[in-house]
């Protein structure tokens, strides 16, 4: 049983500037590349996800779908700080996350196309275990990657260290004894896309 209320704050509002044009409208087998996680994390056992996008984005890659089907699961939120760097996009989800009640959340990247909701259901089993642990998070061959959740309890360290492009990577590095990692061996689930090079390479991923 769960601890409590546990929010995926879903990051999508990043500029896309090293590839020209907005990323998460790409088509993906069949799927706007910004939809292919955010579906997956609502499959997911958490309890909300937060969509925390930029001021006037068109979100035409959100489906009417999953508007319909999850609208008690998806909120959207707009971040007027978004362009100054991803920490601010986090700290938008942050705080909506504690208005919400949020015992954790979970940290998600929306050029992620990979990831599993067994890899999001496993941050949240391990929390269940070890309800006391500042943070969990997915790792590779020792680097840690998103999705990574973090314990109620260090909000307020999140939200004072968070700073322009300082974000959940820059903490865990900072705070790197205090919390767990779940190590995968596969690095696909891990690929983010952030040239139009990249896009291409995963086109060709099945």
């Not at 035409?60 to 007027?80: A, E, H």
């Not at 496993?122 to 999705?147: M, N, R, T, Y």
């Amino acid at each position: 049983m769960k601890p409590g209320k546990i929010v995926g704050i879903y990051l999508a509002a990043g500029n896309s500037s090293r590839f020209g044009s907005n990323k998460l409208e790409q088509i993906l087998h069949g799927q706007a590349l910004g939809s292919i996680a955010l579906k997956t994390a609502l499959q997911s056992k958490l309890d909300q996800i937060i969509v925390v996008t930029k001021p006037k984005d068109k979100l035409d890659w959100i489906t009417q779908q999953f508007q319909s089907l999850y609208k008690n699961k998806l909120i959207i939120t707009s971040c007027k700080r978004a362009q100054d760097g991803q920490a601010y996009s986090l700290m938008c989800g942050l705080k909506k996350s504690e208005q919400l009640g949020a015992q954790a959340i979970v940290v998600l990247l929306a050029d992620q196309p990979f990831i599993a909701s067994t890899m999001i259901d496993g941050l949240i089993k391990q929390f269940v275990q070890a309800v006391e642990i500042p943070f969990i998070a997915s790792s590779i061959k020792g680097i840690f990657h998103p999705p990574i959740l973090f314990h109620k309890k260090i909000f307020p360290l999140l939200l004072a260290e968070l700073s322009g492009d300082r974000g959940a990577h820059y903490f865990i590095k900072k705070h790197l004894h205090d919390g767990k990692f779940i190590h995968y061996t596969n690095p696909v689930p891990f690929i983010d896309i952030d040239t139009k090079e990249d896009f291409e390479c995963i086109c060709l991923i099945e």
